[in-house]
């Protein structure tokens, strides 16, 4: 395949919240970013449904609108969007390199990563039935839907324990369900689960089935239960559950920037403290493919615009120094 050479500012790396915020803001300081969008554009919030959280609506809107409106806006005020992924970078050297897999070399004056993180999830054919029907990853952005009702957490990490609390401001009872005798959440967050009134755990179980009503009868469809399997005995039992939160950590998409930029052992990005910019300077990270704490596509949105406006005054400032230091 030949190489087409395209150069820009910035490249805007993914095309979640904080991809399109960035390219927004970079569109609107005139420089003429392009944003390659992965093989999925819009990312996490394509597979939402109600979005209640996203502030400036009053009334809930659907994920997959909302990134319509972001990708847009980001056209409208001149952005270059590519359908497209990038499958190689090249850090070292200025300007930056990015080739994809569409048979470009991109080279960037600065480079935002935004490709997100995305959920771990059982794996069971009903689970994936019943997604957006009762099977959720995110407590935040569905546990208003649950209110005086039983829902089940499955997993034993730090989210999982965060989600379970969150999730008994609405729900009548939690029960959290792990595959091992002990949590790995810190011990503070477990002490705050052990004494919650409204939280059950149930320890060495792994989830068989998630049980429910399928759409198109007269009974809404949802998720009613769970066949639970004992990892000891392998025992089978039953649960009556509203929905079930799977809270079994995420994969931040970085694997293409492994080696080019610091990251931690998770394989999230390294940043800055109040700051997008990554080990390499010009390099910039926004959204979940760096936080693993917030995880919101307004928090993601907010990183996005940061890192656009890092990225401007790396290139008005560093690089205009060092060009007119170098024509001099
Ligand atoms: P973790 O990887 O820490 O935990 C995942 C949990 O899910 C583990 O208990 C694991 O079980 C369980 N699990 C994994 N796969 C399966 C499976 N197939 N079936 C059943 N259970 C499974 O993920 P988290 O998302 O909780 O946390 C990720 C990172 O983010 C951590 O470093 C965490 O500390 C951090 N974090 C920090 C927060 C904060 O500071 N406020 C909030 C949330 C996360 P097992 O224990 O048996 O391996």
Known sequence: MTTTLRETNV?????????????????????KPILISGHEPGGQLTITTDVENYPGFA??????????????????????????????????????????????????RTVIICTGAQARWLGLPSEETYRGMGVSAC?????????????????????????????????????LIHRRDSLRAERIAQDRLFNH?????????????????????????????MILRQVKTGALSTI?????FVAIGHDPATKVFKSHVDMDDSGYILTAPDSTVTSIPGVYAAGDVKDKIYRQAITAAGMGCMAALEADRFIHGVLADAEKAEAA
Not at 156 to 165: Q, Y
Not at 199 to 209: D, G, K, Q, R, Y
């Open 11 to 31: 490249l805007v790396i993914g095309s979640g919240p904080a991809g399109y915020t960035a390219a927004i803001y970079a569109a609107r300081a005139n420089l």
């Open 59 to 108: 009334t809930a809107i659907q994920g997959p609108w909302l990134m319509e409106q972001m990708r847009d806006q980001a056209l409208h005020v001149g952005t270059e969007m590519l359908v497209d992924y990038v499958s190689k970078v090249d850090f070292t050297t200025h300007p930056f390199k990015a080739w994809t897999e569409g048979g470009l070399e991109i080279q960037a």
């Open 139 to 175: 407590a935040t952005c569905d546990g208003f839907f649950y209110r005086n009702k039983h829902v089940a957490v499955i997993g034993g990490g730090n989210s999982a324990v965060e989600e379970a609390l969150f999730l008994t401001n609405f729900a009548s009872k939690v029960t």
């Open 197 to 225: 009134p409204k939280i059950e755990v149930i320890w060495n179980t792994e989830i068989e089935e998630i049980t429910g009503i399928l759409p198109g009868g007269d009974v809404p469809p949802g998720v009613t239960g």
């Open 240 to 244: 009556e559950v509203d929905g079930v």
